[in-house]
């Protein structure tokens, strides 16, 4: 069988990328594709382009870097657009929102988030229903699998029989009437959503850099095996630590804080 890794939401960690990527290699794995969220929370987002444009056959927009790359972020010199250049905004701006392809006879489709948009939110682990993200939240399971406008499909396609996806940061696979839905989890900034934020030995997995295997016959319609597996590779956490303290990025104590704990429960004393 052949061999897909699916990462996202690197989220400008280049010492987990280079992990990560090195991982991949020794599995001798010749395909990636990268769901989105290169930029934003860390110190090296030009670095990360430069390399996932070298490494990742397919490469996905994510909500961070719809954000990075906007005209507003322009104007107002935000710290990540001034960092990664023109060239690599322009190169942002054209990357596609979802991605499929046939795998040992499953159509799979990948995306950021969602087929909606590149922020709405599912998680069958956690609600979101009291909180800021609650109007982004999609319920039901069988809406991910969706022909929309935004990916370009429409009522006469064909209704995928896999959906991978990253955006929450936490990696599961989930099957749902016949179908299969995975996250990749992050490789820049690993979230476990009810962690408590401390500091101790028990989150010392949650913080892993996560992405997704998947093997099977790619490109073909005819039913054959087919395996998704989720690997956790340890990087260098304080390195990536230090380079976030060495730079003038804003806010990067919050950042810091996320990949010491696998947690966004971060409240600044």
């Known amino acids: 069988m052949e061999k897909i890794a699916i990462i996202s939401d690197i989220h400008a960690n ?46 996905l927009k994510g909500n961070c870097d719809e954000i990075a790359c906007s005209e507003k972020a322009v104007e107002r010199k935000f710290w990540t657009t001034e960092k990664i250049g023109t060239d690599r905004i322009k190169y942002l701006r054209t990357l596609p929102v979802m991605h499929e392809f046939y795998l040992s006879g499953q159509l799979v489709r990948v995306f950021h988030a969602s087929p909606y948009s590149l922020e709405h939110i599912y998680n069958p682990m956690y609600s979101n229903t009291d909180n800021r993200y609650s109007n982004l939240e999609i319920n039901n399971a069988i809406e991910m699998f969706e022909n929309t406008e935004l990916i370009g499909r429409n009522e006469n396609d064909p209704i995928p029989d896999i959906i991978g996806y990253g955006h929450i940061h936490t990696p599961n696979i989930y099957k749902y009437q016949n179908k299969t839905i995975f996250n990749t989890g992050s490789v820049g900034a690993p979230n476990e959503m009810e962690n408590d934020g401390k500091e101790n030995n028990t989150n010392s997995f949650s913080t892993l850099a996560s992405y997704v295997i998947l093997e099977g016959n790619i490109g073909s319609k005819e039913l054959g095996p087919l395996a998704i597996t989720n690997v956790r590779v340890p990087y260098d956490i304080e390195k990536e630590i230090k380079s976030l303290e060495e730079s003038d990025m804003p806010y990067k104590e919050r950042s810091i804080f996320c990949l010491r704990t696998a947690s966004t429960n971060f409240e600044k004393e």
């Not at 010749?30 to 290169?38: M, N, Q, V, W």
């Open 14 to 59: 280049i010492t987990a990328l280079e992990a990560v990527l090195k991982d991949i290699k020794q599995r001798e794995i010749s395909h990636i594709y990268c769901l989105g969220d290169l930029v934003i929370k860390g110190a090296n987002p030009d670095k990360v382009i430069d390399l996932i444009r070298e490494n990742c056959e397919v490469v």
